[in-house]
């Protein structure tokens, strides 16, 4: 609690991002219960989402890329609005904000929460948006009674050069999810935080969050994300992930020239190069693994997260591995 925004003061321990992600939408959901507002049991959600594979997350992934059309008969429907269509890195348009005004009007008193991942939305994408989004949408949610959920499982812990993405807009969620490097990756342990005003408001109805499946706040897990916190201090990440982000933004550069290439964005220690077509995964796989770099390419992305302590020369050749691919045209069937 005392590395994310201030005003979150109380957090509950989960066993993956996905269920951490379910406790967020259990606690909105018996929150607003407390509230005396019962009737409020959906969520708003934009597009290009990602938020884990059980079936409440599911529900908010993007209705295009995740998994609905194998499983929408069985999943809850949620209300999506418009991927933030307004660039990290361009003037901030206020229109993009059109879309969740124009649903919160609409849908309003049956509205929960709205979750979103903040500033990068991840998987569903590898898009960054502009800061002064989360802050519109953030005033939006207060105006119509929504909670805001900030899904920052890939964000957290310096991932865009902030400790926590929503630092970027200097806004606080009522509730926040975190996971991923919260173990820097070594077992399986995430957490939802809340305000203390969340967490009255669940406790006037039913006394407890109706959450507890048997590892949860599993002791070994939370060794090791006390150790990799600690680590993390005392590496000190900021440094780090400002080095990498100008290795990737110098490294990735030169892909922009490529007639495949689509766009270039670098954001803290992310990098990502966007195709125009689809790439033929298995074939470019190859030719990374033949140049001794692992990535996982997908779709039209083309993106580089590597560990903090990654050495620069190794930075190095995964961009000059990504660069000789567009090149050569290894990402083409
Ligand atoms: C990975 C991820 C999840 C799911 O976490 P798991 O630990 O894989 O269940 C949820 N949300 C975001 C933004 C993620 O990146």
């Known amino acids: 609690l005392g590395l994310m925004p201030s005003g979150l003061g109380k957090v509950f321990f989960a066993d993956s ?3 951490a992600v379910e406790v967020a939408l ?3 959901l018996q929150c607003q219960r407390g509230r005396g507002e019962a009737q409020r049991t959906r969520f708003l959600t934009p597009r290009g989402g990602y938020h884990g594979d059980t079936f409440g997350a599911m529900s908010v992934c993007d209705p295009v890329t995740g ?3 194998l499983f929408t008969a069985a999943l809850p429907r949620q209300i999506f609005m418009e991927r933030p269509a ?5 003037p901030f348009d206020p229109s993009s904000l059109d879309d969740a005004r124009r649903l919160l009007a609409a849908h ?3 509205v929960a929460a709205v979750i979103l991942e903040p500033v990068v939305q991840g998987a569903g994408g590898m898009w960054f948006y502009h800061p002064d989004y989360l802050r519109g949408l953030a005033d939006l949610c207060r105006e119509a009674g929504a909670l805001l959920i900030l899904d920052e499982i890939a964000t957290g812990f310096g991932r865009t050069g902030k400790m926590f993405a929503a630092e970027w807009a200097g806004i606080c969620p009522d509730i926040l999810c975190c996971g991923k490097a919260l173990t820097g990756g070594i077992l399986t342990l995430a957490a939802t935080a809340c305000t203390d005003s969340v967490a009255e408001d669940i406790c006037r109805h039913n006394g407890v969050l109706m959450h507890g499946p048997t590892f949860m706040a599993n002791a070994l897990a939370c060794a090791v994300a006390g150790a990799s916190l600690d680590l993390l201090a005392e590496n000190a990440w900021p440094e780090q992930v400002a080095g990498l982000e100008a290795t990737l933004r ?6 922009a020239a490529e007639p495949d290439v689509a766009d270039v964005r670098v954001l ?3 990098g990502v190069v966007e195709t125009r077509r689809p790439v033929h995964t298995a074939r470019l796989q190859r030719y ?3 140049r001794g770099v692992w990535l996982r390419p997908f779709n039209r992305l083309i993106y580089i997260m590597p560990p903090y302590n990654t050495p620069p020369e190794d930075a190095a050749r995964l961009c000059a591995a990504v660069r000789g691919a567009l090149r050569e045209g290894a990402h083409r069937p």
């Open 17 to 19: 991002g996905s269920v």
């Open 26 to 28: 259990k606690m909105a």
């Open 67 to 69: 998994m609905h059309s």
């Open 86 to 90: 307004c660039r990290f890195d361009q």
């Open 108 to 110: 309003g008193p049956e």
């Open 250 to 255: 110098a490294g990735l550069a030169p892909c």
């Open 268 to 270: 803290g220690a992310i």
């Open 288 to 290: 990374f693994v033949e």
